[in-house]
């Protein structure tokens, strides 16, 4: 398993300098401050009010850049948040081409909030295959937005085919990469050529199931600014502790991507040989449509695996209800084992002809594998298909 030079040295280093502190603490201390004094009317030492700006917050916003091979970070209180952040880059009348499958939660934001309220106008298109980005490019598209692998279908997408694409129709055009069932341990997007990249934090970054957050990471200037403007302007920032916790579980990033992949992909090839399960998403499996770009822009993979049950709705339950050390849970990416059924819970906000066409089915599960022993894993989901799936 190769990675990229020096990420754990960064994840660890990065942002946290004991010098910056008045009293050289090796740990960054947790800044609860919502104002500062200022020596003079007008002139702050640094920050002047915590929406704008707080030392805590400045630790994590560098580390992370780092760990994206990046120059700025922005944090904000949620992935969706994030999301918005971005949006809001454009204007009335500006055209996404998105993703065909994305979160829903992201889908939901463009769907109901941008395009209706924000006069927006939106595509969705496979982009697994980058003719169908060139046909849907009008005169006032503005941004193309995708996740590669995708929530919850796995797609990959090539970013560095896409970028092409996008900018010789348009050099304007920016590009948006969801990075979050990767983390930057795996795939950098924007050393592929993409402009900005998002993460839910909640998910693999922070690790451990205990903080809600989101980050826009970008080299771009101008983009920057206007990061910074939302955080100032439109309040949806982290707390200070919540920052802390970030900061803290970025320490073991490296160390608990190795494992989830190791885990993963044990589970993927149990899953696959299965007779009771039809078949199984997982990039890293020879067998996946996009096997051979997976290799070409990424590290490695996620925890993140998705496969379908033979049978129905009756049987999808059964499994999930009979799960022990996977828990029956929306989210993913922390250190323990989540299972769900998108159809009915992570994209039930997707409208159930989409679903139906992207093959978000009743019998399409979607599982985080976690950290734990790789034998009560597979043991688990073995007593579980059993019980679901009585006869094969």
């Given at each position: 398993?190769?990675?990229?030079p020096?990420?754990?040295t ?36 640094g920050h ?12 994590l916003q ?6 994206e ?25 500006d ?18 909030v ?16 980058v ?8 005169p ?22 896409i ?18 069932f990767m983390s930057?341990y ?10 900005v ?7 693999y ?6 903080v ?16 910074f ?8 920032v ?6 802390f916790?970030v ?11 190795r494992?989830?992949y ?10 696959e ?8 998403l997982?990039?890293?499996?020879e ?26 709705l009756?049987e ?24 769900e ?23 399409l599960?979607r599982?985080s594998?976690g ?13 579980a ?8």
């Open positions: 398993m190769s990675t990229f020096h990420f754990g960064a994840a660890i280093h990065v942002g946290q300098e004991p010098e910056q502190w008045d009293m050289n603490q090796v740990v960054p201390p947790i800044s609860m401050s919502s104002t500062y004094k200022q020596d003079n009317p007008g002139e702050p030492k002047d009010y915590s929406r704008a700006g707080n030392p805590t917050r400045d630790v560098k580390n992370l850049a780092a760990l091979d990046a120059k700025h970070c922005q944090v904000f209180s949620s992935g969706l948040a994030a999301t918005s952040a971005i949006i809001n880059l454009l204007k009335t009348g055209h996404i081409v998105c993703s065909d499958d994305v979160y829903g939660g992201t889908q939901r934001y463009i769907r109901r941008a395009v209706p309220n924000h006069g927006l106008e939106v595509d969705s298109v496979d982009l697994t295959d003719k169908n980005l060139e046909t849907a490019i009008k006032n598209t503005k941004m193309v937005w995708f996740e590669s692998p995708s929530n919850p279908l796995l797609k990959v997408v090539d970013i560095a085919a970028v092409q694409v996008a900018k010789k129709a348009n050099p304007e055009i920016v590009v948006v990469v969801d990075n979050t930057p795996f795939q950098r997007p924007i050393s592929l050529g993409a402009d990249v998002v993460h839910s934090i909640t998910k970054i922070n690790g451990h199931s205990d809600v957050m989101g980050a826009v990471i970008t080299d771009n200037d101008e983009f920057q600014q206007h990061l403007f939302m955080q100032l302007a439109v309040g949806a982290p707390s200070p502790f919540d920052c916790l900061n803290r579980g970025l320490k073991t990033l490296h160390i608990r991507m494992a989830h190791e885990n993963a992909m044990a589970v993927a090839k149990y899953l040989a299965n007779d009771r399960i039809e078949s199984v997982y990039p890293a499996l067998s996946h449509p996009q096997h051979e770009v997976h290799l070409k822009q990424t590290k490695g993979m996620s925890g993140m695996i998705s496969f379908y049950l033979k049978g129905e009756k999808s339950r059964a499994f999930l209800s009979a799960l022990k050390v996977f828990t029956l849970a929306e989210s993913l990416g922390g250190y323990e084992s989540l299972a059924l998108p159809a009915i819970m992570t994209h039930a906000s997707v409208p159930a002809e989409t679903r139906e066409v992207l093959g978000i089915t009743d019998n599960i599982i594998v950290i734990e022993d790789l034998d009560d894993l597979i043991a688990d989901l073995d007593q298909l059993k019980i679901a799936i009585p006869k094969v």
